[in-house]
């Protein structure tokens, strides 16, 4: 079952519980977001998307009151894309007003953590293990 053009329920459920419990603007954020890195796929396995409470417990370094308990945030890499270059991009269109449901942005060794918090302007974080 698809939530969007370019997102199905199977991709962004729990891998602990199976629900899917994500935002409307979880997903018009994933959307605009594909559409600013020039359309190309997010790919959101094996990575998370929404975690229920438990399954959020079990993840090294989720914080209790994390985004993806919440359904407003989505973990990604894309191929061929370093999750540094993804970030720069993002944080730079974020700044210029392009992504305005862009509320978190975080990147690791793995891929990029965007998501749709309730505040305003950009929180952001790098917590990869090399800088570059």
Not at 63 to 73: E, Y
Not at 87 to 102: A, H, I, N, T
Request: aromatic share 8%.
């Amino acid at each position: 079952m698809n939530l969007s053009a370019h997102f199905t329920v199977e991709e962004c459920c729990c891998k602990h519980c199976g629900k899917c419990e994500v935002t409307h603007d979880l997903i018009r954020l994933a959307e605009s977001v594909r559409r600013y890195l020039g359309n190309r796929p997010m790919i959101t396995k094996p990575h998370s998307v929404y975690r229920c409470k438990e399954h959020n417990a079990t993840v090294k370094g989720a914080s209790p009151d994390s985004q993806h308990v919440l359904g407003r945030a989505m973990d990604f890499h894309i191929d061929g894309m370093t999750p540094w270059t993804i970030y720069v991009r993002l944080r730079e269109g974020s700044k210029r007003g392009q992504l305005p449901l862009l509320h978190g942005l975080g990147v690791y060794d793995w891929g990029v953590h965007i998501d749709c918090r309730e505040k305003t302007g950009l929180t952001y974080w790098d917590s990869r293990s090399k800088k570059e």
